[in-house]
């Protein structure tokens, strides 16, 4: 029996499509390609992941690199604009709700880069999750069976009880590896599917938003409780 559920973020919680906004940006497949091996492929942009190298830092080097292949004002362009691509994903958050309100833990086990991961925190829906782990805090990326493994240990989740689901073939196998169930995401559609082919249903669709409300209410009362002076 299913207890605990984990998402990967950026191409499951939040949308993360970048050759979609690059191909929106330059419309040229060449060029979308060469920009693309300089920013969201680059080993800077890696780096920035696995928590090794400063935002500035990285945005440095990729212009840099970009400088010596004529591709700076390009470079400069992702580098100003990609976070837009950062919307969250409602149809996932739908899911989310439906599944706290059943009584499953959330977690999250994301490849995300420092300043991302507190953007991504301040969003409505992030008290929906109980625990999870960022790549940059631990120096580990995904599909690295021990990022998975760092997390389990940590809220001592049992294998046979987890879910996780990815966008990344490779990152889903790697848990299926480890003895957790892995849902490789495509689509809300096919999402809600497969989990109800793992036995998880999904109770209706009323109360989602007050759920969502408390548990803000709960995250701040409880952020405020820990910067009050003690006495």
Known sequence: MYKNIIFDLGGVVVNFTPKDFLMDRFMN????EIVY????GSKEWEDLDRGDIS????????????????????VQAVIDEWEVILKTNQHTINTMCKLKLAGYRLYYLSNIASDTMEQIKQRDFFPLFDGGIASCDVHLLKPDPRIYTLLM???HLAYDESIFIDDNKQNAQAAYN?????????NYRSF??????????????????SLIRKMKREQEQKAAESQAPQA
Not at 37 to 40: D, G, H
Not at 59 to 74: D, H, S, Y
Not at 178 to 186: D, V
Not at 199 to 208: F, H, K, N, Q, Y
Request: aromatic share 6%.
């Open 37 to 40: 091996a300089l920013t969201f």
């Open 29 to 32: 497949k060449k060029a979308e």
């Open 55 to 74: 935002r500035g830092t990285a945005n440095r080097i990729m212009l840099e690199n970009a400088a010596a292949c004529g591709r700076v004002f390009e």
């Open 153 to 155: 240990q940590k809220y």
């Open 192 to 209: 809600d599917r497969a989990l109800g082919v793992c036995g998880v249903e999904l109770p209706d669709a009323r109360g989602m938003r």
């Open 178 to 186: 480890l003895g957790i169930t892995g849902i490789l995401y495509k």
